[in-house]
């Protein structure tokens, strides 16, 4: 595929560029589901694959706003913690006033993860923190803070209220309803980077920091604007994630940020920021909880699974890179095309003295 | 009013007012003087060419009209009145806009938002109206005669049709002058065609051009005026069709050669450095020249013609498509700059600032970057060398600073390009090749670097010149190369040179 | 004079000095047995593998890269090692396949980023992730430990029952890795890299063959950081280390390093460590637990940053004064500065001259 590659105009190369990743994702869920299907028993079967829709409907959630956040260039490895935050004081609080409505539980995880996003936002574009490290560092504070807010406490399942669990629980029309939310929150998401001014923002800023910024764009602004967001929806996925997993204590959700990232980047979102789709992370986030379910059904080794996000992630990254310089050296070629017909076309006038 | 047979009075229409007049406009960077009261004016509606040689001031008038660099004297009318542009966004905003070479765009979305990035058309809703943006740019894709389809990726787009795009996006947002610099250098003849017929549609509309440019064929085939720079001050401003091409060069360089070069004649031996049909794709092809021993040879031409590409390309920078060299008669493969300074070739890179010197370390240790295998035996610093090379070089060019350790940032750009110089000189080349050593540079650091240059070509030192100041490249070489676009047009001896045969080579044109 | 000797006082070691005195007679208040011989020592024992990680880390945050993968190759090293050890291998062979391994995978980090250009901080957020999971399969969860006496003493054992090796070993290594970086010619090209990669290229530094290095060099820390860590923890899990990369990036930064390349002392970082020692053995004498803990030092490490480019903005600042006539050494010259957007913006037509 790369020889063709070489031979390709540059405008061939860009489009290829763009349906490439959706393309290979889907041939590779294609693959990994007959492969699977072969080799374990279970695989095809509507329960497995009701357990796999449990399980890609948080990453989704939460991915959607680590999208954003790396469409700016930026990045946001605090997601995990703040999941496992909202978790606990959304879970917590129903516990104890068992008579809440859900949906004030659920604004409650959205408002904690709110905060915590913002704070992100600003310490990236405010005391101008790369974002590695910035959230690097809240991922360890919010993780503390989880410790802080729990007190070696936990909140177990028996304390919550059935219609909390039952979320996780119950399959409307046979889909999971965590996946129902999940695929709200993905239309929705792709409906604002669509349709919404910010959210086309997001797209220029990761593409080009400086023609933004000159073509009046106000960056910084939108940067926290894409923390926030990503902080909120971390805040709705811990919500979601305590109806899953109901016994909530203060390692929650731990390294989970890295399902996150990876479903991200596996999905096409240019680390480089500037490209990517939502539809391209849902089926990144698919693919890798298909081969992850696919390794527990085959009872091989779950860290098997670990190695293997890192290993798509340096691939991904190593592909996105290559295909850059395929269409950087198709265009310089074209330029020399150029060039060499001009001079052909016209030879200027040599004038040599000795 | 004049009068016709008939008695009647008959209106001569009389020229549209000035869309931007400059009166008296100056601009110094550290005792140069890039602009020196320059006074024209701009109408709309017109093609207004602004030629000049590199260094002429063309760039700078840019920066001030387009707000990112602010005039020292004189003032800006836009439209009658007097103004400040202040910054890029004001320039904007008063509808003065630039296109450069390599637009600016964002690769990773189509056309209709790129024309419209930052400024979306929204619906009632406030959601973006793709329909009304992608509709709008194919509108005024149409006017502009282009064929393109709003919905392409940017990124695979070529040259032109970025600038096709620029200029979609100037006139989206309704710019009034726009100022298109050298923009014709990537095209093919039939995109050419293209710009030209697009150019003349905008000029229609009314809309002013800036055309800057040193091809003077493309000049007489679009201009209507043209405005000759020279040194920085304003020569003539005069109808396009008044003006031959062999006027506009004499109008160009027409400068005494008053100015002394030290250059002491030499005993040229014999060839030190021989190319042969060098290539790079796009940038420059089949180049073949010979060095000498003692040489100075000048390499002239103007922006874009590939000198640059083809220094680096020798020094091992950029990778070669095809060609050969040779160093003292051995064949050389130039794969890097450290192989290449390990053969005896040195370069002096023309941005020294981002380039040539790493600013927040002190002159000697930028100074010894290059030889730094040399002066540390078995790997271990000796820091000790590395001042006496530092004072060294501080003592034979004259270069003013408190101590060797003084950090380069905090010096002049004369004698930062002096700590550039002692970096490559330490390394004792054979064959220097130096890009545009006194750009930007007081006339005192001039002299130094020309006595340098001399003596150390009459010590049998090579040194190609990278050059686009004419009186330099006249005073101080034997031989001078001129290049144009990407190929060696014209060979000159010392003896035959004059400024106008060589910007005449270099702009393809017969000499008077 | 006095300014000469202002110069030598206000520099960030300084500071770190002060706030380690600082931390110190914090947590003498806490317990009386701080300010003991015995405990000294061995306040940095159980960091000492943090340390280790972190003067590796060095070393690529100054060539202007960053590597966030040491942790995970700690891990790898140590349970080759364990396993190795279990099928009947000589220990010091097995240290030795550790380091080997700990080297090769630093290297495959030193091939990405050095050779094939990736940017360093995708490529190690990739390896990271499957440099641990190597971890896990290579172990499978469970941890060894059962080791030879004399391998634990080097990150475990103590000289006259108070002088730990560790300490030994963490002040050596400063010192052995001090002189690479400020004596070497290796750690000039390091400076000149993290500073202005294209300049440092344009002057013949090998700049990929450094780069690869940095990355060999890097892993290789995170084995020998291994064995300290074994060595005080007893025993080789597969999630080593695993949580310690708060601490490393820390240490680094607050040892005065420019995360963005180009600046930093091995001192610093040997200081800097102390100080997350103190703070965080200070703590746990205040019986704060170490989540808690945690949350102070990464409050820390944004404070660092936070500092480093404020100090970066007063001095760019100070440049207006310049232009008002208010000369200042050490500072552009705003002659030299025009000139430099003189020359930028020439260069926005650059790609042919």
């Known amino acids: 595929m790369i020889a063709e590659l070489r031979g390709l105009k540059p405008q061939q190369i860009a489009a290829a560029a763009f349906r490439l990743r959706e393309i290979g994702l889907v041939i590779a869920l294609g693959a990994a589901v007959v492969f699977f299907a072969i080799r374990a028993p279970n695989f095809l079967t509507v329960g497995n694959w009701q357990d796999i829709a449990r399980d890609v409907a948080i990453v989704v959630v939460v991915a959607v706003g680590e999208t954003m956040v790396v469409l700016t260039r930026n990045i946001d490895l605090s997601v995990a913690s703040i999941v496992g935050l909202s978790a606990y004081i959304s879970a917590d609080y129903l516990a104890s006033h068992p008579g809440t409505a859900l949906g004030v539980a659920a604004l409650i995880a959205v408002g904690v993860g709110t905060v915590l996003g913002f704070v992100n936002g600003l310490l990236v574009v405010v005391a101008r923190i790369p974002a590695i490290i910035a959230t690097l560092a809240t991922l360890a504070i919010y993780r503390g803070l989880s410790f802080q807010v729990t007190a070696g406490d936990q909140v177990s399942a028996f304390q919550l209220p059935d219609r909390f669990l039952d979320l996780a629980a119950s399959k409307p029309l046979g889909l999971p309803t965590l996946a129902w939310f999940a695929f709200a929150v993905a239309i929705a998401g792709s409906a604002v980077l669509r349709w919404t001014r910010w959210g086309r923002d997001f797209y220029a800023i990761g593409s080009n920091p400086e023609a933004a910024r000159f073509a009046g764009i106000p960056v910084g602004r939108r940067i926290i604007l894409a923390f926030t967001i990503c902080g909120a929806l971390s805040g709705l996925g811990g919500f979601l994630w305590a109806s899953r997993f109901p016994n909530v204590d203060a390692v929650a959700a731990t390294d989970f940020e890295l399902d996150v990232i990876t479903a991200v980047v596996i999905g096409g979102v240019n680390v480089f920021g500037g490209s990517g789709t939502i539809f391209g992370v849902v089926l990144g986030a698919v693919l890798v909880a298909t081969i992850q379910d696919g390794f527990t059904l085959l009872r091989l080794s779950e860290f098997w699974k670990m190695f293997f996000n890192g290993a798509a992630i340096v691939v991904a990254v190593t592909i996105d890179a290559l295909v850059t310089r395929r269409l950087q050296d198709a265009l310089r070629r074209r330029r020399a095309e150029v060039l060499a017909a001009r001079h052909a076309a016209a030879p200027p006038r040599p004038e040599a003295a000795p | 009013m004049a009068v016709d047979d008939d008695n009647r009075v008959r209106r001569t229409p009389s020229p549209p007012a000035p869309l931007v007049e400059l009166h008296g406009v100056s601009r110094s960077y550290g005792g140069v003087r890039a602009v020196d009261g320059v006074s024209f004016s701009v109408r709309p509606g017109t093609v207004h060419a602004l030629v000049g040689e590199n260094g002429a001031g063309k760039s700078t008038l840019v920066k001030i009209l387009t707000g990112i660099v602010q005039l020292d004297e004189g003032e800006l009318v836009i439209d009658g009145e007097s103004r400040r542009v202040g910054d890029a966004q004001t320039a904007h905003r008063l509808g003065i806009v630039a296109m450069y070479q390599e637009p600016t765009v964002f690769q990773d979305l189509t056309v209709a938002e790129n024309v419209f990035a930052g400024r979306h058309i929204r619906t009632r809703l406030g959601t973006v109206d793709w329909r009304a943006m992608r509709r709008e740019t194919a509108r005024i894709l149409g006017e502009l005669g282009v064929e393109i389809d709003p919905d392409t990726p940017v990124r695979g787009l070529g040259v032109a049709d970025r600038q096709l795009l620029e200029i979609t996006k100037a006139l989206s947002s309704s710019a009034r002058l726009l100022i298109m610099d050298e923009p014709t250098a990537a095209l093919s003849s039939h995109e050419v065609e293209n710009l030209f017929a697009t150019i003349r549609r905008l000029r229609d509309r009314g809309v002013a051009v800036l055309y800057i440019s040193h091809r003077l064929e493309e000049v007489g085939e679009l201009a209507d005026i043209v405005t000759i720079l020279r040194d920085g001050r304003h020569i003539e401003t005069r109808a396009a069709n008044e003006l031959s091409q062999g006027e506009i060069i004499r109008l160009m360089v027409g400068r005494s050669l008053d100015q002394l070069f030290p250059k002491e004649d030499v005993e040229v031996g014999d060839v030190v450095f021989k190319a042969e049909g060098l290539s790079r794709g796009g940038l420059f092809a089949d180049v073949s020249f010979e060095l000498h021993r003692g040489e100075i040879v000048a390499l002239a031409g103007f922006v874009g013609s590939g000198r640059t590409e083809v220094a680096r390309a020798i020094f091992g920078v950029d990778p070669l498509d095809e060609g050969q060299l040779w160093i003292e008669g051995r064949p050389f493969r130039p794969r890097s700059p450290r192989r290449a300074l390990r053969r005896g070739l040195a370069y002096l890179p023309e941005d020294r600032i981002h380039q040539g010197l790493i600013q927040p370390m002190s002159i000697s240790r930028n100074a010894s970057m290059a030889v730094l295998p040399g002066l540390t035996p078995g790997g271990i610093l000796r820091p000790w060398r590395e001042t006496a090379l530092a004072r060294r070089f501080m003592e034979q060019l004259r270069i003013k600073a408190s101590s060797p350790s003084q950090i380069v940032q905090s010096l002049s750009g004369g004698n930062q390009q002096k700590v550039v110089l002692s970096k490559w000189l330490a390394a004792e080349p054979r064959v220097l090749l130096l890009d545009e050593p006194t750009h930007g540079v007081d006339v005192g650091t001039k002299a130094d670097v020309h006595r340098e240059i001399s003596r150390l070509a009459a010590q049998g030192l090579t040194i190609l010149l990278i050059s686009s100041e004419l009186p330099e490249v006249l005073g101080m070489s034997d031989r001078i190369l001129v290049m144009r676009e990407g190929r060696l047009v014209a060979e000159l001896s010392r003896a035959d040179a004059t400024q106008e045969r060589v910007i005449a080579a270099a702009a393809g044109v017969a000499a008077a | 004079m006095t300014r000469v000797l202002l110069r030598l006082v206000l520099r960030w070691e300084t500071l770190l000095i002060v706030a380690i005195v600082g931390g110190g007679i914090w947590s003498a208040t806490l317990s009386e047995f701080f300010f003991t011989r015995i405990n000294l020592l061995d306040l940095a024992t159980p960091y000492v593998f943090i340390g280790l990680l972190a003067f590796g880390l060095t070393f690529v945050v100054i060539a202007g890269e960053i590597d966030i993968s040491v942790t995970s190759i700690l891990a790898v090293s140590v349970v080759s090692f364990?396993?190795?050890?279990?099928?009947?291998?000589?220990?010091?062979?097995?240290?030795?396949?550790?380091?080997?391994?700990?080297?090769?995978?630093?290297?495959?980090?030193?091939?990405?980023?050095?050779?094939?250009?990736?940017?360093?901080?995708?490529?190690?957020?990739?390896?990271?992730?499957?440099?641990?999971?190597?971890?896990?399969?290579?172990?499978?969860?469970?941890?060894?430990?059962?080791?030879?006496?004399?391998?634990?003493?080097?990150?475990?054992?103590?000289?006259?029952?108070?002088?730990?090796?560790?300490?030994?070993?963490?002040?050596?290594?400063?010192?052995?890795?001090?002189?690479?970086?400020?004596?070497?010619?290796?750690?000039?090209?390091?400076?000149?890299?993290g500073s202005n990669r294209e300049a440092a290229h344009l002057s013949g530094v090998p700049a990929s063959r450094v780069r690869v290095t940095v990355f060999v060099i890097s892993g290789l820390m995170a084995g020998i950081a291994g064995i300290a860590y074994v060595g005080f923890f007893g025993s080789a899990r597969a999630d080593a280390a695993q949580g310690s990369l708060l601490d490393v990036v820390t240490a680094v930064v607050l040892g005065g390093v420019n995360i963005f390349g180009g600046a930093g002392t091995m001192v610093g970082v040997f200081l800097a460590l102390i100080l997350v020692a103190v703070l965080r053995n200070g703590m746990q004498l205040a019986n704060v637990g170490g989540d808690t803990q945690n949350i102070v030092i990464g409050v820390l490490l944004l404070a660092a940053i936070a500092a480093g480019n404020l100090g970066r903005a007063i001095q760019d600042g100070s440049i207006s004064l310049a232009r008002l006539g208010i000369r200042r050494r050490g500072v552009i010259r705003s002659d030299a500065k025009e000139a430099a957007i003189a020359m930028s913006v020439e260069s926005q037509t650059p790609k042919g001259r």
């Open chain 3, 82 to 193: 364990a396993q190795l050890l279990d099928h009947g291998v000589n220990v010091w062979l097995a240290t030795a396949a550790g380091l080997g391994v700990a080297a090769a995978l630093g290297l495959v980090n030193g091939l990405l980023v050095g050779v094939l250009n990736l940017p360093s901080l995708a490529v190690t957020l990739g390896t990271l992730a499957a440099f641990q999971g190597l971890a896990f399969v290579i172990l499978s969860g469970e941890g060894v430990a059962e080791f030879p006496q004399r391998y634990l003493s080097i990150g475990g054992g103590y000289s006259k029952q108070e002088l730990p090796h560790a300490l030994v070993l963490l002040v050596a290594a400063a010192f052995v890795l001090g002189l690479l970086l400020h004596a070497t010619r290796f750690g000039r090209y390091l400076f000149a890299i």
